[in-house]
């Protein structure tokens, strides 16, 4: 049986010494793990099309136990983010993160669009890879059922205060009269703004806003720190990611 859909290699891993096993979030059906053969792949022009990172219009081949790429047609590739290591890095980050968050065997389109337009940001150039990052973070755990609670105050319900604390463990916000540092992380009211229209506001628009140097630093941790212990896991690629000198 075959299963045609979009979808971006976001994970590959080298199977002995000829095949790669390819991990492709789709937007029909989600995380698909299928094999390249290397053979196939040369014969029918696929090496590019199956890359990390490469955006295609797929043909797999389901078997009983494994998938199989029959074809891979080009969509788009993102080579630009080459130009700049934080993008690059970012971009992979991200790939393993949206990899953890994938449902299998369920469509993904809204998962799938939020990534190719990260990574699209980030290779144009039209959005720092530190905005990218804490709103692809924020956005893909509330699309996969991790959403916060950024409404009000848990305690007292006052939507705002000047500065509020938020709990990446429980996504909840406190303000200033009932939360402290015990409840979480300090955030100045632009930064928990930003989080709300991260989260709230429509699918095509969750990139449009802009904040001060240290909002963003503020927003980039509450994001990263609320990805970790929502997936409860730590990632290669953000590790590799943080280790990179600031420019
Ligand atoms: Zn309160």
């Known amino acids: 049986m075959n299963l ?11 199977i002995g010494e000829n095949d790669r096993l390819i991990f492709v979030l789709t937007s029909k059906y989600g995380l698909i793990r299928a094999f390249v053969r290397r053979a196939n792949a040369v014969k029918s022009n696929m090496l590019a099309t199956t890359q990390l990172l490469s955006y295609s ?12 790429v029959n074809s891979a047609q080009p969509k788009a590739s993102f080579f630009k983010l080459n130009e700049d290591i934080e993008a690059m890095s970012t971009a992979f980050y991200l790939a393993e993160l949206f990899g953890e968050l994938a ?9 799938l669009k939020l990534l190719l337009n990260s990574l699209y940001l980030m290779a144009e150039k039209k959005r720092s890879p530190s ?11 509330s699309n996969s059922g991790y959403m916060p609670n950024l409404v009000a105050c848990e305690h007292c319900g ?16 406190y303000c200033s009269d009932c939360g402290g540092p015990a409840d979480g992380m300090q955030l ?9 229209f991260i989260c ?40 590799f990611l943080k280790s990179i000198p600031k420019g």
């Open 4 to 14: 045609e859909t979009d979808g971006l290699v976001i994970r590959e891993q080298k």
């Open 57 to 68: 219009d797929f043909v797999f081949y389901k078997g009983k136990n494994s998938y199989s």
């Open 103 to 111: 449902p299998e065997n369920h469509e993904a389109e809204d998962l």
């Open 131 to 141: 905005q990218v990052k804490a709103t692809a973070e924020l956005r893909a755990l």
């Open 158 to 173: 006052a939507y705002e205060s000047d500065i509020m604390f938020f709990n990446p463990a429980s996504g909840l916000l």
């Open 188 to 196: 100045s009211l632009s930064a928990v703004t930003a989080m709300r």
């Open 200 to 239: 709230y506001s429509e699918e095509k628009k969750v990139f449009n806003f802009s904040l001060s140097d240290a909002a963003m630093v503020e927003l980039n941790q509450a994001a990263e720190q609320f990805a970790l212990q929502q997936t409860g896991r730590n990632y290669k690629t953000l590790d």
